[in-house]
């Protein structure tokens, strides 16, 4: 687990749980561990990413609809200040 939270350090969060999440997608039959314990993409789990970076854009489309650009990233900024108010981290 510490060489895959090294490959993503650029990606998660300190909160973020690799063991928890890689046991979700074992369970899904997206990925499988070797002998070694490490962890491998299954067939199953390579389509689920073609599919997701094939939809991904439609998908950001569809939810942000009628929202204006500069009100997208307002709103993030505003979210991110309420979560540091409360004592988390926002990126």
Do not use: C, F
């Not at 090294?6 to 998660?12: L, Q, T, V």
């Not at 899904?28 to 002998?35: K, S």
């Not at 307002?74 to 981290?89: D, E, F, W």
Request: glycine share 6%; proline share 2%.
């Amino acid at each position: 687990m510490a060489e895959l939270r090294k490959a993503m350090a650029s990606y998660i969060r300190p909160e973020d749980d690799l063991a928890a999440e890689a046991e979700v997608l074992i369970g899904r039959g997206w990925l499988r561990r070797d002998a070694e314990d490490r962890l491998w993409l299954t067939e199953e789990g390579e389509q689920a990413r073609v599919d997701l970076a094939r939809n991904a854009p439609a998908i950001r489309a569809a939810l942000h609809e009628g929202i204006d650009d500069a009100d997208y990233v307002t709103t993030v900024k505003v979210l991110q200040q309420l979560i540091r108010n409360a004592g988390g981290a926002a990126a």
